[in-house]
């Protein structure tokens, strides 16, 4: 079993940071990549920012220069530095790993359970 905490969520005001944290426990053997998601009221989950296992990153263009996505294969966790915030990225926000278990079979996508970020203007 596998299993991923979020933390770091909050609210803050325009132009603020905050530094989200999803650590992931169990049965790990590996971890073809990490990304965070998020889903604003009324909209559609969209991928923010991914890290693969070599160390490859992608962004939204949003995001770009704001968000920085991090990881500490020791601790099995991920990170999403985001800095400049704005109303616009107000949500609920996911980490979502690619997992492969001790235990053998095929990699499988774990999600966390979400922590909502929430910019004042």
């Known amino acids: 079993q596998v299993q991923l905490v979020e933390s770091g969520g909050g609210l803050v005001q325009a132009g603020g940071s905050l530094r989200l944290s999803c650590a992931a426990s169990?049965?790990?053997?590996?971890?073809?990549?990490m990304a965070w998601y998020r889903q604003a009221p009324g909209k559609q989950r969209e991928r923010v920012a991914i890290?693969?296992?070599?160390?490859?990153?992608n962004y939204k263009e949003s995001v770009k220069g704001r968000f920085t996505i991090s990881r500490d294969n020791a601790k099995n966790t991920v990170n999403l530095q985001m800095n400049s915030l704005n109303p616009e990225d107000t949500a609920v926000y996911y980490c979502?790993?690619?997992?492969?278990?001790?235990?053998?079979?095929?990699?499988?996508?774990?999600w966390g359970k979400g922590t909502l970020v929430t910019v004042s203007s």
């Open positions: 979502n790993l690619r997992i492969r278990s001790t235990s053998g079979g095929d990699a499988m996508d774990y």
């Open positions: 890290m693969t296992s070599d160390g490859g990153t």
């Open positions: 169990g049965s790990i053997f590996s971890i073809a990549f």
